[in-house]
């Protein structure tokens, strides 16, 4: 069964740091590339970061530039957000997100995981 | 960043109902364009992606059309469970960016 489950969220002060995984289960994730997309409370979709499968490539949203960073480790089928200096504006469950269907762009994704939630409170 | 504007952003519907839902790029996307359903505390479901291409177990009653700047969703026969958050994403360039979301509330 095709599963990605997400952990490490939690409560955190401004300007400190947390570490979210994303368990790939299912599918061949080293050839896949992955996203993080993020979901403020009552709030639309807004995408993060995606590596590619090797992890020879990353982007970022503006947003989270210069403060997060994706990573993966294709042995262990999991994926990483690591997140600093983090604002009371990055409080949101955070997906992460790859695809099952071909195409051709980057940037598609159609399976997602659960999501876990990221408070960042005083 | 291309911006994506959905339209409306809540509508009210029947069991039955007929209902579309608009999503307009800010540049031409081709049809990089994909459509989720969301429901409170869930994550996103994928519906269609390509534009027009129903996604695997999505029932027919759902369909996607157009291309370029101008798409739509459309549920042929509002059912119960179809109540939900919907979002258009295109997926043509970086970064990829969603629409705000269409709320389909029951009359």
């Known amino acids: 069964q095709v599963q990605l489950v997400e952990s490490g969220g939690g409560v955190v002060q401004p300007g400190g740091s947390l570490r979210l995984s994303c368990a790939a289960s299912?599918?061949?994730?080293?050839?896949?590339?992955m996203h993080w997309v993020r979901q403020a409370p009552g709030k639309g979709l807004e995408w993060v970061a995606f590596i590619r499968y090797d992890g020879s490539n990353k982007f970022y949203a503006d947003s989270v530039k210069g403060r997060f960073t994706i990573s993966r480790d294709n042995s262990k089928n999991t994926l990483y957000l690591q997140m600093n200096s983090l604002r009371a504006e990055d409080t949101a469950v955070y997906y992460c997100?790859?695809?099952?269907?071909?195409?051709?762009?980057?940037?598609?994704?159609?399976?997602w995981g659960r999501g876990t939630l990221v408070t960042v409170s005083s | 960043d291309i911006q994506m504007t959905q339209s409306p952003s809540s509508l009210s519907a029947s069991v039955g109902d007929r209902v579309t839902i608009t999503c307009r790029a800010s540049q031409g996307i081709s049809s990089y364009l994909a459509w989720f359903q969301q429901k409170p505390g869930k994550a996103p479901k994928s519906l269609i992606y390509?534009?027009?291409s129903l996604q695997s177990g999505v029932p027919s009653k759902f369909s996607g059309s157009g291309s370029g700047t101008d798409f739509t969703l459309t549920i042929s026969s509002l059912q119960p469970e179809d109540f939900a958050t919907y979002y258009c994403?295109?997926?043509?360039?970086?970064?990829?960016?969603f629409g705000g979301g269409t709320k389909v509330e029951i009359k």
């Open positions: 390509a534009a027009s």
């Open positions: 994403q295109q997926y043509n360039s970086y970064p990829p960016t």
């Open positions: 997100a790859s695809r099952t269907t071909m195409v051709t762009t980057w940037w598609y994704f159609d399976l």
């Open positions: 299912g599918f061949t994730f080293s050839n896949y590339g």
